[in-house]
C-alpha cells in the first residue's frame, strides 16, 4: 500500500535511516516520497466528513508530519516501522482533535463505529472515536497486540500482510487477531 512512487522501499529505508542518524537531507529527500501516502491515509479517515468541517486533510497531513519528524528519540529501522510510527500519530491527531471539538455529547445514541477500514467521520462521529480510542486502551491492557493490529489496520491503513512482517507475526495471525480484536471492542462498544 505505501509503496514510494519514485524509489524504491529500500531507498525509503536508507532515507529513513539516515534521517535517525540526524542527516537533515535525508528528510528533504523523503518527504515527497511519503506525502502521498501520509495524504491518502488522511484522507480516508476524513472523507465521511461533511461538506465544511474544520479538520482538512492537508492540516492532518501537516499536523502528523510535525509530530513525525519531531521524534527524536526514534530510530527508524524501515518504511513499515515508519507507517506503524504514523499510524499512531495520526490516532492521536484524530483524538486530540475530537476531544478539543467536545465530542462526546454529539456521539450519544448513534450507531457505533464499525471497524472496516474504510475511516471515520472525526466531526460526525467524534464521541463514537474517544470511545473507541478509550477502548483500544483497554484492549491494550488486555493484549496489546491486538490493540497494535487495530491501530495498524485502523488508523494506519496497513494490510494484513504489512501488519504482520511489522509485528514479526504471520499473516494468519494478524488476520485471526483482527477478527479477535474486532470482536472484543464490538462487545466493549456495544455492551
Same mark, same amino acid.
Given at each position: 500500500? #505505501?509503496?514510494a512512487? %519514485?524509489?524504491?522501499?529500500g !531507498? ?9 542518524? %540526524?542527516?537533515?537531507?535525508?528528510? =528533504?529527500?523523503? *518527504?515527497? !516520497?511519503? #506525502?502521498?501516502a ?16 474544520t ?8 499536523e ?12 527508524w529501522q ?8 504514523? +499510524?499512531?500519530v *495520526? ?5 486530540? #482533535?475530537?476531544r478539543?471539538? %467536545?465530542?462526546?455529547?454529539?456521539g450519544? &445514541?448513534?450507531? &457505533?463505529?464499525?471497524?472496516? @477500514?474504510? @475511516?471515520?467521520?472525526? /466531526?460526525?462521529? +467524534? &464521541?463514537e472515536?474517544l ?6 486502551s483497554?484492549l491494550?491492557?488486555? =493484549? +496489546? ?5 487495530v491501530?495498524l489496520?485502523?488508523? @494506519? &491503513?496497513?494490510?494484513? !500482510?504489512?501488519? +504482520?512482517a511489522?509485528l514479526?507475526?504471520?499473516a494468519?495471525?494478524v ?10 471492542? #464490538?462487545? /466493549?462498544l456495544? %455492551?
Amino acid at each position: 500500500m #505505501y509503496a514510494a512512487e %519514485g524509489r524504491s522501499r529500500g !531507498e525509503v529505508t536508507q532515507l529513513l535511516v539516515a534521517y535517525g542518524r %540526524g542527516e537533515p537531507r535525508a528528510l =528533504d529527500a523523503l *518527504m515527497p !516520497e511519503i #506525502y502521498e501516502a501520509l495524504h491518502d491515509l488522511a484522507h480516508r479517515h476524513l472523507r465521511r466528513e461533511r461538506p465544511g468541517h474544520t479538520l482538512q486533510t492537508t492540516a492532518l497531513v501537516h499536523e502528523a508530519y510535525l509530530r513525525l519528524v519531531d521524534q527524536t528519540e526514534v530510530t527508524w529501522q524501515n518504511r513499515l516501522h515508519f507507517f506503524g510510527i504514523a +499510524a499512531r500519530v *495520526m490516532r492521536q491527531v484524530l483524538i486530540d #482533535y475530537a476531544r478539543r471539538h %467536545g465530542a462526546k455529547k454529539r456521539g450519544a &445514541g448513534r450507531p &457505533g463505529t464499525v471497524l472496516d @477500514g474504510k @475511516g471515520i467521520a472525526v /466531526e460526525e462521529r +467524534a &464521541g463514537e472515536l474517544l470511545a473507541l480510542d478509550e477502548a483500544l486502551s483497554r484492549l491494550a491492557a488486555f =493484549d +496489546a497486540r491486538l490493540a497494535r493490529i487495530v491501530e495498524l489496520r485502523f488508523f @494506519g &491503513g496497513l494490510t494484513i !500482510e504489512e501488519a +504482520a512482517a511489522l509485528l514479526e507475526v504471520s499473516a494468519m495471525t494478524v488476520k485471526r487477531d483482527w477478527k479477535k480484536a474486532k470482536a472484543w471492542l #464490538y462487545r /466493549e462498544l456495544h %455492551g
